[in-house]
């Protein structure tokens, strides 16, 4: 579901018009950042500091995460790294094999400071962490970086 105050903000579920509206970058005016997670209260969390800045869509687990990105081709892809069915490594390894979604930045969202996970997240083509719980300064100064960074090199 994408979640946002502003008129543009889509639903997932009925989604827009693929004829009326292309989902590329052009064609928005705010980013429109995906979050992964397989936990409804971080998906809220996370959508509600992020909602005031970008379009913010959101996914239950990788597989999802993965059908949302082709579709509609975000800006930002904010996933966890542990969840059911395709965790935040295989998304991530999704993304980076399409060429769709290929150069989209992901970030790997992480409760845990394992050094070896993050290796594994790098190895796979992860661009960035953050420690959950994170500041909502943070989470929103991350997310317009490198949101502008992807818009410049798709320009």
């Given at each position: 579901?994408?979640?946002g105050i502003r008129k543009e903000v889509l639903d997932a579920k009925s989604g827009p018009d693929p004829e009326a509206r292309h989902p590329g970058v052009s064609h928005r005016t705010q980013?429109?950042?995906l979050i992964v997670d397989d936990e409804a209260s971080m998906r809220d969390i996370l959508s509600l500091h992020l909602q005031t800045s970008f379009q913010v869509m959101t996914a239950r687990d990788g597989a999802e995460g993965f059908a949302l990105a082709l579709k509609h081709e975000p800006d930002l892809i904010m996933s966890d790294i542990r969840m059911p069915h395709r965790t935040g490594?295989?998304?991530c390894r999704d993304l980076r094999s399409s060429e769709v979604t290929h150069?989209?930045?992901?970030v790997m969202l992480t409760a845990t400071d394992d050094q070896n996970m993050k290796l594994k997240c790098l190895a796979a083509g992860a661009t960035d962490f953050l420690s959950k719980p994170c500041s909502g300064?943070?989470?929103i100064l991350r997310a317009q970086n490198l949101t502008r960074m992807h818009r410049q090199q798709q320009e």
């Open positions: 579901m994408i979640v980013p429109l950042v490594l295989d998304l150069n989209i930045p992901v300064a943070e989470l």
